[in-house]
């Protein structure tokens, strides 16, 4: 299975993927392209060191998000890409990469949804003042963050917690769930 991983941040996620790759508890698994919004995010480095073909693009540079998402789309067929993961990936996907990977197309988010949808997901969860947050791996739909769930992953959120140390639980949770969705999906999907 040939995968493209869409990000715009740090790539810790990214990371994940392919170190899961290598230690072989993914399986039969090739990220053929990393396509990101942020042409300076840290998560291209982390690609390039790795020799994976990037692909990015500022969207303020089109007229709207059809144009821009064939552009992408274009990457993804000449690249034989059959399937999508959104790690970190801040935007909404449009029509024309919805149709094109109907079905196809995973985000991991860091909360237990359908609660703290959208931007700073562990942010809200303090706020609130819930004792369990979590990880949750999706389907993506034309929503935000509220595609069918797949997976999740429950953290619990400590009387003296501080958002440093959620944040490190939450990722050290993503980590391990996103690769292991990633390996159920490609044993169970034939391209
Ligand atoms: C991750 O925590 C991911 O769950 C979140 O962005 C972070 C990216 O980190 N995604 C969302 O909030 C999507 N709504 P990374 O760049 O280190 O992988």
Redesign the pocket.
Same mark, same amino acid.
């Given at each position: 299975m040939k995968i493209a991983v869409f990000?715009?941040?740090?790539?810790? /996620?990214?990371?994940?993927i392919l170190e899961s790759i290598q230690s072989k508890k993914i399986m039969n698994v090739e990220v053929v392209l990393l396509v990101s919004d942020r042409p300076k995010a840290?998560?291209i480095q982390k690609a390039r060191d790795e020799r994976i073909p990037v692909f990015t693009f500022k969207a303020n540079d089109f007229p709207n998000k059809q144009v821009y998402e064939e552009e992408i789309l274009n990457e993804l067929t000449q690249r034989e890409v059959d399937f999508i993961v959104?790690?970190?990936?801040?935007r909404l996907l449009g029509p024309v990469l919805l149709q094109a990977y109907d079905g196809k197309i995973i /985000?991991?988010?860091?909360s237990l949804l359908p609660a703290f949808?959208?931007?700073?997901?562990?942010g809200q969860a303090l706020d609130c003042g819930v004792k369990v947050t979590g990880?949750t791996v999706h389907y993506v739909d034309e929503g935000?963050?509220t595609g069918p769930i797949i997976d999740q992953r429950a953290v619990t959120i400590d009387p003296d917690e501080t958002r440093e140390t959620l944040?490190k639980k939450?990722?050290e949770q993503?980590h391990r769930l996103l690769p292991e969705v990633i390996q159920n999906l490609a044993s169970r999907l034939t391209f």
């Open positions: 990000a715009s941040g740090t790539g810790s /996620n990214f990371a994940a840290l998560v959104l790690a970190g990936y801040m /985000n991991v988010h860091p949808t959208g931007k700073d997901a562990i990880v935000m963050d944040i939450i990722q993503e």
